[in-house]
């Protein structure tokens, strides 16, 4: 008798457990290089499943960078609730610390309204941040340093890394100044090698959705995406940004078309040049933004809507 009452009390947790975990939190990673269709397509996504999105894009968390980081405007959010959208002012760099704390915060409201969080963008550091629940050195900025640093070229400051720490050299997007700049900052502070990034224990399920288009359509996408931008007004914004009080190193530092657009108003290179160059370095973006995300073999990469559709709908059964 004592044998069945413990029998039906182990067959009732097992149909307790499966049942709460089905209703355990979930959080959904959209992602994916630029220019390929997140937006839209996260928006669809939140309607059909009850969802809110939060930005993962580095650049998307500045105040007055709008058009140039393709930020949906009222009209495109249809609704949806998005956040970490312009929560950061430009004169101050936002680290990926500051971003992973709003983002578990923002996540966690999502989850107390009983809807779902959609995770998008295509900053990789950010999207992993979360994901992995990953713990950044807290070593304070040194901007004497960084003043000191930001002289030199991409290839000095890469070549300087690699002398003081090959193996985080490996790993490090080489072509990006803040990050080269900031793990020199570490191991010059800290006299040790840039530590391996920690990982914390992830509370709640993630599924993480690569968009796919072919390098072709993605090319189109990019230049018809940014003579649009052009239309819209990018380089008033960029005007802008400078009349709020930026430098021009400081807008070079966003990099990408940022850094060319304040090359062109500073008349160090023509309209033509201006406008090809900037297309380059978004397409360049694309490949690099790439490289990080086929690193991950969690991300489940898919181009048709219905696939995705069906794919979540499992996820969230």
């Not at 709460?20 to 992602?31: A, E, G, H």
């Not at 990080?292 to 809507?305: H, S, T």
Request: hydrophobic letters at 40%; aromatic letters at 8%.
């Amino acid at each position: 008798m004592g044998f069945q009452i413990t029998h039906v009390k182990a067959l009732l947790f097992f149909i307790w457990y499966n049942e709460n975990m089905k209703k355990s939190p979930k959080l959904i990673v959209i992602l994916g290089p630029t220019a390929v269709g997140k937006t839209t397509l996260s928006i669809r996504l939140a309607k059909k499943f009850g969802g809110e999105i939060i930005s993962a894009d580095s650049r998307q968390v500045y105040k007055g960078m709008d058009i140039g980081t393709a930020k949906p405007t009222k009209k495109e959010m249809r609704g949806i609730p998005h956040h970490l959208l312009s929560v950061a002012s430009p004169k101050r760099r936002f680290t990926v610390t500051q971003y992973r704390k709003l983002a578990l915060k923002t996540i966690n409201k999502i989850h107390k309204k009983n809807k779902v969080p959609f995770l998008v963008g295509g900053t990789g550091f950010y999207i992993q941040a979360v994901v992995d629940g990953i713990v950044i050195p807290e070593v304070p900025p040194d901007w004497k340093l960084r003043k000191k640093l930001a002289k030199k070229s991409v290839k000095e400051l890469y070549r300087l890394l690699k002398k003081l720490d090959p193996k985080r050299a490996k790993t490090i997007e080489k072509e990006n100044p803040r990050r080269l700049i900031r793990a020199i900052e570490i191991v010059l502070k800290t006299k040790k090698p840039v530590p391996l990034l920690k990982k914390s224990l992830r509370p709640y399920p993630v599924l993480m959705i690569g968009i796919k288009k072919s390098p072709q359509e993605l090319k189109k996408r990019i230049k018809k995406r940014f003579l649009t931008w052009l239309k819209r007004g990018l380089i008033m914004e960029v005007i802008n940004l400078r009349k709020s009080g930026l430098s021009w190193k400081r807008i070079e530092d966003f990099g990408i078309h940022y850094r060319v657009i304040a090359e062109y108003l500073q008349n160090k290179i023509e309209e033509k040049e201006m406008i090809e160059n900037s297309i380059k370095e978004i397409e360049n973006y694309a490949k690099r933004q790439m490289t990080w995300f086929k690193r991950d073999k969690r991300i489940q990469w898919l181009e048709n809507c219905n696939q995705i559709e069906k794919l979540i709908k499992n996820f969230l059964k």
